[in-house]
């Protein structure tokens, strides 16, 4: 890993032109552009200058050695992805089956007017890789269900995020993430119906209180072989709103009509969407999901900080400072 990135760029400073004309090309510029970003005389990458400063050089070591497994890439599991790349995780698995509707514009980071109808993995995928394009992406337009779960190797990950939403997926993948031991397993619960920010937190599953989608995990697991033996952390919400706004036909209120291109992505896929299945839609505002993903990822940091700390079982080693652009 030392030097993983220095090596990658071959430590090229140099900012000149082709053939010396004194002129930039296209090109030329991107070039130049890429190497601003990426030399360094640090084992990271100048886009994670600031992240080093606050983790140190062995946390973001470690970072850049994790992989984690984001699942349902929707208004918080797109945030969760983003955040995760930001603070320099080394590889992603990205699972969502989903195409954007013009109903997520509100909440889930893709999606916007113009990213309608096209695939939500795919749309974030390629945002991922100009925030580092040295990130490694599993990208995946997949359903994960207890069907599908042979697919998806979880031993291949440290970190398991459960951000899906619908019951019988959800409480699938947790099960399957808590069988594995050497997977830790953050999940969200219902971030619908939540306009607090200040009431967001994050416990084990069983200190979970007032929760409609925790309430009905505990059910399912009970009636499927019990509640999983291992305990897992959760972010979660104790306020309960109620919807206020119109029902009736469209998108986001049972079935989706945003125009879809049949030739882009899984065409079995091609009209599927989650809303169909949903006994009912749920109100939703951009700042409380965020903040569920931002906690998920953050979780993750924490986590990979702590591990790293105890691995070297010293005080932090400082990141270096003193290069680069100027404070602030
Ligand atoms: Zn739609």
Redesign the pocket.
């Known amino acids: 890993m030392l030097n993983g990135y220095y090596t990658i760029i071959g430590g090229r400073t140099g900012f000149a032109d082709e053939g010396g004309s004194g002129r930039f090309t296209g090109a030329a510029f991107g070039r130049r552009l890429r190497n601003l970003v990426y030399f360094t005389r640090m084992r990271h990458p100048a886009i994670f200058r600031r992240t080093e400063l606050m983790l140190g050089t062995p946390a973001m070591d470690a970072l850049a050695r994790t992989r984690a497994a984001v699942f349902g890439l929707g208004g918080v599991g797109s945030w969760c992805a983003e955040s995760l790349v930001r603070s320099g995780i080394g590889k992603l698995l990205l699972v969502d089956s989903d195409r954007i509707?013009?109903?997520?514009v509100n909440r889930q980071l893709m999606a916007t007017t113009k990213t309608?109808?096209q695939v939500k993995a795919d749309v974030l995928a390629r945002r991922l890789k100009e925030i580092n394009p040295l990130v490694e992406l599993d990208v995946r337009q997949q359903i994960y269900s207890p069907e599908t779960a042979g697919e998806f190797a979880l031993d291949e990950y440290d970190y398991v995020i459960d951000a899906i939403d619908s019951l019988r997926e959800k409480a699938a993948l947790i099960r399957h993430a808590l069988s594995i031991p050497t997977v830790t397993l953050f999940a969200s619960m219902g971030a619908a119906l939540k306009m607090d920010p200040f009431q967001i937190r994050a416990t084990e599953f069983r200190k979970v209180e007032g929760d409609g989608l925790a309430r009905a995990l505990r059910t399912k697991f009970r009636k499927t072989g019990g509640m999983p033996a291992r305990k897992f952390k959760c972010v979660w919400s104790p306020e309960r709103r109620e919807n206020l706004g119109p029902t009736g036909a469209?998108?986001?209120l049972g079935?989706?009509?945003?125009p879809k291109d049949p030739g882009v992505g899984e065409s079995s896929l091609a009209t599927h969407?989650w809303?169909s299945s949903k006994a009912r839609i749920n109100g939703t505002v951009a700042h409380t999901t965020a903040i569920f993903g931002f906690a998920l990822a953050g979780l993750v940091v924490q986590d990979v900080e702590r591990r790293a700390r105890a691995a070297a079982a010293v005080i932090p080693e400082a990141a270096p400072s003193g290069t680069g652009c100027p404070p602030g």
């Open positions: 509707c013009i109903t997520n309608a109808g469209g998108c986001g079935e989706c009509v945003c969407e809303c």
